[in-house]
């Protein structure tokens, strides 16, 4: 039975518990199905590369999401489930390859636990966590900093190629192999996204710092400050540099954690290109900010 949910005609079919969504035709950014109080399960590889979708919203009806049925969902940026906070109803690998997926909410959580529940998926890869009973409740979050720990003291090389394979489909998430059967090759530009990838952990949980353990808190300063404009693996800095027009506290974070003197500051505007406008002058006023000298005045934005 095909019905309509605003751009998408969806496949169902009736079941004694109620409606299997199995699958979809059309595209839309938006699917919205709040108010199907029928509808009990989301079926394996219902929606499996539906690139036109931004945000899905499901009723608390929902028991079961099957097996990678938002995979490849490459623009998905939210996930709301109107039902108390349960992992268990996710199958395997329900968002890998949903690189841009920033909230994944319950209706008992909040934003925090919402964005650091959606990393689990797509930035830590931590299936054990995104599938708890528990998630957003203080044991969790404890689970969630040792996750993170393990992440950082791994070496970024050593973080493999992934390839999930969804029954007859071999897919590859890193973009860098695995094309039609070919072997994946590491590269040092996927290596350094590796890197980058972990300090964008680190200024989330800085940014959501709920249950964070004083301990955790400065081993994670401690890594982005390894990691700080000037050093020889400036990652910290890398991410600040492409996510700044997403996330403009992560910048507030940087600072605060780094503190860099005003020399420093002065080289980080340098280093930004002119499109950077309000990163640009984020810096300035920072750097106005500290010991008088020459070269603010003369800064162009």
């Excluded at 490459?74 to 709301?80: E, F, G, I, K, P």
């Amino acid at each position: 039975m095909k019905i309509r949910e605003g751009n998408f005609f969806l496949s169902t079919e009736e079941t004694p518990k109620g409606l299997l969504l199995t699958g979809y035709e059309g595209e839309g950014a938006v699917l919205d199905l709040s108010g199907r109080e029928d509808l009990f399960a989301v079926g394996k590889k219902a929606f499996l590369n539906c690139r036109s979708l931004q945000k899905v919203i499901l009723p608390g009806t929902v028991l079961g999401i099957g097996d990678w049925a938002f995979s490849k969902c490459r623009s998905l940026r939210s996930v709301r489930i109107d039902k108390k906070a349960d992992g268990s109803i996710f199958g395997k690998g329900v968002f890998e390859g949903c690189d841009m997926l920033e909230r994944i909410r319950f209706s008992d959580m909040d934003e925090g636990a919402s964005a650091l529940y959606a990393a689990t998926a797509n930035r830590m890869n931590n299936e054990h966590l995104l599938r708890a009973k528990d998630p957003g409740e203080r044991f969790w979050y404890e689970k969630w900093d040792l996750s993170l720990l393990s992440l950082l003291r791994s070496d970024d090389a050593e973080s493999s190629d992934r390839v999930a394979l969804c029954g007859e489909e071999d897919i590859s998430f890193d973009g860098v192999g695995m094309v039609d059967g070919e072997m994946p090759g590491e590269t040092d530009d996927y290596v350094k996204k590796i890197g980058i990838g972990k300090c964008r952990l680190c200024y989330l949980r800085l940014r959501y710092p709920e249950n964070l353990a004083p301990g955790i808190r400065e081993t994670i300063g401690d890594y982005l400050r390894e990691r700080a404009f000037g050093t020889e693996k400036d990652r910290a800095w890398e991410a600040l540099k492409e996510d700044f027009d997403r996330n403009t506290d992560h910048m507030r974070i940087y600072l605060d954690v780094i503190r860099p003197d005003r020399e420093k500051l002065l080289r980080m505007i340098d280093d930004l290109d002119a499109s950077r406008v309000l990163a640009k002058a984020l810096l300035i006023r920072e750097a106005a900010g500290k010991e008088e000298g020459s070269g603010i005045d003369s800064l162009m934005i």
